[in-house]
């Protein structure tokens, strides 16, 4: 039988049977899980009266669907930060032990908690203590989470549906010298996930995690802050097992291509965890894209609840928090007390490691020098990340064509020495890719390499654009700055110098594209989106 075990200790499936899956398989995305679980809880300056913390959770919201459709259906979409009723997650299975396969569902989400300061029986916004403590009326949330476990069998023939909702509760805290009390409410929060498994060929299937919130919808107008009392916030799966592996949806093995693009993922995107690979034993599906394998940067020695800042700026601003504003951060919620407590007594060589971390640099290699070499032409070496990707495990339009001919000196000094720039110009300069220099005014077609590239230039594969620098940036490496020929902000952005930039293994000369006519194609319905960083920002430069 399935079992499923909500926070708390409740029971909503029957008894365990046979051997569970491995010890820690979710442990290894705990960091990652946490951080999206309480990201945007509450941002900096932790302080209740901050614009910011007034609109919160912002990802992962499951609210009645009556309310939440009261104006329309919900439109499905992999972006978790748009309201909706039903979070659902798609992915492919490969079976390695058929008589013995497990799948394990861990689903995790806050329940909100609203604290609710009195003073002599009413309800009051701030209360302060004879003894200068200060108390803040204040929506604050807890966590709960459900884990499913059930052979891959049972799950082929019909699959199991559960219960993962959270009870209603009142916690009283009387303050001292009876000036008044804290009470903490929870309204029950109704739910449920099915599961369910087909087979798609002999050692593969497809997983279906469906979480929907089942609670009767309160009135349609009722304001969102009300309605968050009955939504499940910061959803998210995780998904494990016995003699079975997940499949990645970003860079899937080339003879998966097909049904990896089948699956169907609304309101979250789910990424392989564990160790690098097109496979792995665990999946964390979240409402915000996420790369393959992601992990905590070591160095941070604790949440601040928004991942995409640097740790520490944020340290850094909250160690400048007045007193006043210190003592309001720690009224408004236990966890920016947390916070201000970690950064108040963090000892100076934690605080020096936040500076920062090389973790990309590779062995610097000689350039060779192109007996076809044209007036002005420049390069590097070929890049290194292509070595682990072959051409024909990617998806035909995001193939790279043959690579580009490096053409730059070897005697060239490195970056950091005086005269590194000499020589080079951007709008001049040209780089060899099949054998056609490319440069300022030419005219290629964009091929996103299907490993590493930009969640955003997966949109631009196929398109038609014009090159309007060759840039060089410290590494060694080359990228091309393009504009898009469609694009009707181009002149505008031309004159910002802002632009796309890609490598010259990803820019296919119109000579090999086909005319310089040929309208841009739009891009196709290919390799899901993931989460890296700008297009728009190359990598460091040196012109």
Same mark, same amino acid.
């Given at each position: 039988?399935?079992?499923?075990?909500?926070?708390?200790?409740?029971?909503?499936?029957?008894?365990?049977?046979?051997?569970?899956?491995?010890?820690?398989?979710?442990?290894?995305?705990?960091?990652?899980?946490?951080?999206?679980?309480?990201?945007?809880?509450?941002?900096?300056?932790?302080?209740?009266?901050?614009?910011?913390?007034?609109?919160?959770?912002?990802?992962?919201?499951?609210?009645?669907?009556?309310?939440?459709?009261?104006?329309?259906?919900?439109?499905?979409?992999?972006?978790?930060?748009?309201?909706?009723?039903?979070?659902?997650?798609?992915?492919?299975?490969?079976?390695?032990?058929?008589?013995?396969?497990?799948?394990?569902?861990?689903?995790?989400?806050?329940?909100?908690?609203?604290?609710?300061?009195?003073?002599?029986?009413?309800?009051?916004?701030?209360?302060?203590?004879?003894?200068?403590?200060?108390?803040?009326?204040?929506?604050?949330?807890?966590?709960?989470?459900?884990?499913?476990?059930?052979?891959?069998?049972?799950?082929?023939?019909?699959?199991?549906?559960?219960?993962?909702?959270?009870?209603?509760?009142?916690?009283?805290?009387?303050?001292?010298?009876?000036?008044?009390?804290?009470?903490?409410?929870?309204?029950?929060?109704?739910?449920?996930?099915?599961?369910?498994?087909?087979? @798609?060929? *002999?050692?593969?299937? #497809?997983?279906?995690?469906? $979480?929907?919130?089942? +609670?009767? &919808?309160?009135?349609? =107008?009722?304001?969102?802050?009300?309605?968050?009392?009955?939504?499940?916030?910061?959803?998210?799966?995780?998904?494990?097992?016995?003699?079975?592996?997940?499949?990645?949806?970003?860079?899937?093995?080339?003879?998966?291509?097909?049904?990896?693009?089948?699956?169907?993922?609304?309101?979250?995107?789910?990424?392989?965890?564990?160790?690098?690979?097109?496979?792995?034993?665990?999946?964390?599906?979240?409402?915000?894209?996420?790369?393959?394998?992601?992990?905590?940067?070591?160095?941070?020695?604790?949440?601040?609840?928004?991942?995409?800042?640097?740790?520490?700026?944020?340290?850094?601003?909250?160690?400048? @928090?007045? *007193?006043?504003?210190? #003592?309001?951060?720690?009224? $408004?919620?236990?966890? +920016?007390? &947390?916070?201000?407590? =970690?950064?108040?007594?963090?000892?100076?060589?934690?605080?020096?490691?936040?500076?920062?971390?090389?973790?990309?640099?590779?062995?610097?290699?000689?350039?060779?020098?192109?007996?076809?070499?044209?007036?002005?032409?420049?390069?590097?070496?070929?890049?290194?990340?292509?070595?682990?990707?072959?051409?024909?495990?990617?998806?035909?339009?995001?193939?790279?064509?043959?690579?580009?001919?490096?053409?730059?000196?070897?005697?060239?000094?490195?970056?950091?020495?005086?005269?590194?720039?000499?020589?080079?110009?951007?709008?001049?300069?040209?780089?060899?890719?099949?054998?056609?220099?490319?440069?300022?005014?030419?005219?290629?077609?964009?091929?996103?390499?299907?490993?590493?590239?930009?969640?955003?230039?997966?949109?631009?594969?196929? =398109?038609?654009?014009?090159?309007?620098?060759?840039?060089?940036?410290?590494?060694?490496?080359?990228?091309?700055?393009?504009?898009?020929?469609?694009?009707?902000?181009?002149?505008?952005?031309?004159?910002?110098?802002?632009?796309?930039?890609?490598?010259?293994?990803?820019?296919?000369?119109?000579?090999?594209?086909?005319?310089?006519?040929?309208?841009?194609?739009?891009?196709?319905?290919?390799?899901?989106?993931?989460?890296?960083?700008?297009?728009?920002?190359?990598?460091?430069?040196?012109?």
């Amino acid at each position: 039988m399935a079992e499923a075990l909500a926070d708390g200790g409740t029971k909503s499936a029957a008894q365990k049977g046979g051997a569970g899956p491995s010890p820690g398989l979710f442990e290894q995305l705990g960091a990652v899980a946490d951080a999206v679980l309480y990201e945007g809880y509450l941002l900096y300056p932790y302080r209740r009266s901050s614009t910011k913390n007034r609109v919160r959770w912002q990802f992962g919201v499951l609210f009645p669907r009556d309310w939440v459709e009261a104006d329309g259906p919900v439109t499905p979409g992999v972006s978790g930060s748009a309201d909706s009723w039903y979070q659902q997650t798609e992915c492919l299975l490969r079976v390695r032990r058929p008589d013995s396969a497990r799948v394990r569902v861990r689903v995790r989400y806050l329940q909100m908690q609203r604290k609710q300061v009195e003073e002599a029986g009413r309800h009051v916004e701030s209360l302060h203590g004879d003894d200068g403590t200060v108390h803040l009326t204040f929506d604050e949330a807890l966590p709960r989470e459900c884990e499913i476990e059930a052979p891959l069998d049972e799950l082929l023939q019909g699959g199991r549906t559960v219960t993962v909702g959270a009870a209603a509760g009142e916690d009283v805290e009387p303050l001292p010298d009876d000036a008044g009390r804290v009470v903490r409410s929870r309204e029950e929060i109704r739910a449920e996930t099915a599961v369910i498994a087909e087979r @798609l060929s *002999d050692g593969l299937c #497809r997983i279906r995690v469906r $979480t929907t919130n089942t +609670a009767p &919808a309160p009135p349609p =107008r009722t304001p969102r802050d009300e309605a968050l009392r009955r939504a499940l916030i910061a959803t998210h799966t995780l998904l494990g097992g016995d003699g079975v592996e997940f499949v990645s949806l970003i860079d899937p093995p080339a003879d998966l291509e097909t049904p990896v693009r089948a699956c169907r993922n609304e309101f979250t995107f789910p990424v392989l965890g564990g160790e690098a690979g097109d496979t792995g034993p665990v999946l964390l599906s979240a409402p915000i894209i996420l790369p393959d394998h992601p992990q905590v940067a070591p160095e941070s020695p604790g949440d601040l609840h928004d991942a995409a800042e640097i740790d520490e700026i944020l340290t850094l601003r909250t160690m400048l @928090l007045t *007193d006043e504003e210190k #003592r309001e951060a720690r009224a $408004t919620d236990p966890r +920016a007390a &947390a916070i201000l407590d =970690r950064v108040d007594t963090m000892p100076q060589e934690v605080f020096e490691r936040l500076h920062g971390a090389v973790r990309s640099l590779t062995p610097a290699a000689p350039a060779t020098a192109s007996a076809d070499r044209s007036p002005g032409a420049v390069g590097s070496p070929a890049p290194a990340a292509l070595a682990s990707v072959s051409a024909d495990r990617l998806p035909h339009a995001l193939r790279p064509p043959a690579p580009f001919t490096p053409t730059a000196s070897a005697d060239r000094p490195a970056w950091w020495q005086e005269g590194a720039d000499d020589g080079l110009s951007p709008t001049s300069d040209t780089v060899l890719v099949d054998g056609v220099p490319l440069g300022g005014g030419s005219r290629v077609r964009l091929r996103p390499r299907g490993r590493g590239a930009d969640a955003q230039d997966m949109f631009l594969a196929g =398109r038609t654009a014009e090159v309007a620098a060759v840039f060089h940036d410290v590494d060694g490496s080359v990228h091309l700055a393009v504009t898009l020929d469609d694009d009707p902000a181009a002149e505008l952005n031309n004159w910002y110098g802002r632009f796309h930039y890609f490598r010259p293994d990803e820019l296919e000369p119109f000579e090999h594209a086909g005319s310089p006519d040929e309208p841009s194609a739009p891009a196709p319905a290919a390799a899901p989106p993931r989460h890296t960083s700008d297009s728009e920002t190359p990598a460091a430069e040196a012109e």
